[in-house]
């Protein structure tokens, strides 16, 4: 299967779960011990959240942001996220990331468990678009699964991209993208790419604060 083939079927699977996907967040510690853990994050200004889904985080940046762009692909999501968000200056934009371009700059560019849904060989030109995103001193903020969380999955072994398969309600099953970054080896990546960055640990995921070797004009 190649990358685009299963970005679509990853896709599929956002879509037709958008329901379900609020559910971890009401039934795990781990994922409220993150979502508190925003106000220790330097987010400010203008953000751009990628892959807002539906909202989780959106609510929590625009308490600290000048104004929120936030961007995804699944319209069901999206909808799920406009009704929980109602600041005026968050904006949502429904776009596939691999290929939506910003019109301007932002002071931040956040993004929570989407990471980990980029194929390996599109990681670099994902890191650029993010760089050519950020105004001068800005920052990425991510937060994502750590290697632990493989023994949560259903992983499919013997595929040329990493691959989990995910089953929702209805007994339907899609498999997604699913890299299980080490922050050790991310930060690497990241340092090789010309980034400067910071990643750590907290409840079993990590979080991370990046600086691009440029920013945008």
């Known amino acids: 299967m190649d990358d685009d083939a299963l970005l679509t079927e990853q ?25 508190a853990a925003v106000d220790d994050l330097p987010i400010a200004g203008d953000v751009l959240e990628l892959a807002c889904g539906t909202g989780q985080w959106t609510s929590l940046l625009a308490t600290r942001a000048r104004s929120v762009t936030a961007v995804d692909a699944a319209a069901e999501a999206l909808a799920l996220a406009r009704a929980r968000t109602a600041p005026a200056t968050v904006r949502f934009v429904e776009a596939d990331l691999f290929e939506w371009q910003p019109s301007r ?11 980990s849904h980029v194929p390996p ?6 890191w650029n678009s993010v760089a050519s995103a950020l105004a001068p001193g800005g920052r990425a903020v991510f937060i994502d699964d750590g290697p632990a969380a493989a023994a949560e999955e259903t992983v499919l072994s013997g595929q040329p991209v990493p691959v989990a398969l995910r089953r929702l309600d209805d007994g339907s099953r899609y498999r997604i993208v699913k890299v299980f970054h080490a922050p050790s080896s991310l930060a690497a990546d990241l340092t090789a790419l010309g980034w400067s960055a910071h990643i750590r640990l907290v409840a079993g995921k990590f979080i991370g604060v990046a600086e691009p070797p440029a920013a945008c004009a």
């Open 121 to 126: 060989a599109r990681l670099p030109g994902f």
């Open 105 to 115: 700059c932002y002071d931040t560019v956040f993004f929570a468990f989407w990471l």
């Open 11 to 35: 896709m599929a699977y956002y879509r037709a779960g958008a329901a379900e996907y609020d559910r971890p967040y009401a039934e795990r510690e781990d994922l409220r011990e993150l979502l």
